[in-house]
C-alpha cells in the first residue's frame, strides 16, 4: 500500500503563485508515474501534470509554461509550482501514485487540497 498526504493549497489572488507538494510512504517499490489531477466543482476530474520515474513530464494544455512538475525519488515526493494562477485553476488537487508489478497497474490517491484563486 502507499499512502499520499498532499499540502500546499489554499487561497491565491490571481497571477499569484503556490506550491503543492505530496509526500509519499509505505510499500514503495515499483513506483511509476506521480501525477497531479483537478477537479473544480461539477466537472470531471482531469489530468494537470504527470512524471515519470526516468522525469518525462507530459502537461495539460491550459498549464503548460506556468506549472511545473517534479519528483524526488529519494525522497519520494512530487511537487506542483503554480505561477500566474487564473480563476479558472480554482479545484481540488489530488496527488497520484501508480506502481506496475507484475503486468498490473494499482494506482494511489491522496486526500486532495484546494486551491482558490480569486480575481
Known amino acids: 500500500q502507499v499512502q499520499l498526504v498532499e499540502s500546499g493549497g489554499g487561497l491565491v489572488q490571481a497571477g499569484g503563485s503556490l506550491r503543492l507538494s505530496c509526500a509519499a510512504s509505505?510499500?514503495?517499490?515499483?513506483?511509476?508515474?506521480m501525477a497531479w489531477y483537478q477537479q473544480a466543482p461539477g466537472k470531471q476530474r482531469e489530468l494537470v501534470a504527470t512524471i515519470t520515474s526516468g522525469g518525462s513530464t507530459n502537461y495539460k494544455d491550459s498549464v503548460k509554461g506556468r506549472f511545473t512538475i517534479s519528483r524526488d525519488n529519494a525522497k519520494n515526493t512530487v511537487d506542483l509550482q503554480m505561477n500566474s494562477l487564473k480563476p479558472e485553476d480554482t479545484a481540488v488537487y489530488y496527488c497520484?501514485?501508480?506502481?506496475?508489478?507484475?503486468?498490473?497497474?494499482?494506482?494511489?490517491w491522496g486526500q486532495g487540497t484546494q486551491v482558490t484563486v480569486s480575481s
Open positions: 509505505g510499500t514503495m517499490l515499483s513506483i511509476n508515474a
Open positions: 497520484y501514485v501508480d506502481r506496475k508489478i507484475g503486468g498490473r497497474k494499482y494506482i494511489y
